[in-house]
């Protein structure tokens, strides 16, 4: 009800296994995290939308602790707008097709340093990540939810809002466990 009427995108932000450890014992670093992904995001559209000045995306970051199997998994889930809005509140929409292997890059550029501000890392750890052919950095862009299609957008923000476990999929036992 709150989300304006524009086509979204779920960007889920992974980060190497390596960095998920800290987040194990910081929790504080979710919140960090999260405002590297919209600070990112917002850098990625507003070289897209170069002509526009101080262009925004709506967007909401959930993060996660978890993964499938109930394991440390740190990431982030997000619903992002297609497209940006300018300082007078008009939507421009992005390409359908819009290519977030820049994003990707800026992520990890800014999370790394957000982590070496915090000293959640060490400067030799950034460089060994640097140097590895896949940095363990990515990001999952492949759902869209079409503009007016607000049953998705619900359905979606209440996927990435889910708890690790349900109440409702959970059975007993004949021995009561």
């Known amino acids: 009800e709150v989300l304006p009427d524009v086509p979204y995108l779920q960007i889920v932000f992974t980060i190497p296994k390596i960095l998920r450890k800290h987040f194990l014992f910081g929790r504080a670093l979710y919140g960090e995290l999260a405002k590297v992904a ?27 602790s978890f993964g499938g199997l109930l394991n440390p998994h740190a ?27 820049p994003l990707e890059a800026v992520f990890r550029e800014r999370t790394l340093r957000r982590m070496l501000k915090r000293e959640a890392i060490t400067p030799e750890r950034v460089e060994l990540l640097g140097s ?33 476990v349900s109440l409702k999929r959970l059975t007993y036992r004949e021995d009561g466990m």
């Not at 052919?133 to 889910?162: C, M, P, W």
């Open 38 to 64: 919209y600070a990112a995001t917002r850098e990625f559209f507003a070289a897209h939308f170069s002509t526009i000045e101080k262009p925004i995306p709506a967007m909401i970051v959930a993060p996660q």
């Open 75 to 101: 990431h982030l889930h997000s619903v992002s707008s297609l497209g940006v809005f300018d300082q007078e509140g008009t939507f421009h929409a992005g390409a359908g097709e819009l290519d977030c292997t």
């Open 132 to 164: 590895w052919r896949h940095s363990g950095f990515n990001l999952n862009t492949t759902r869209r939810v079409a503009a007016g299609d607000r049953k998705s957008l619900e359905t979606l923000l209440q996927y990435i809002e889910r708890p690790p």
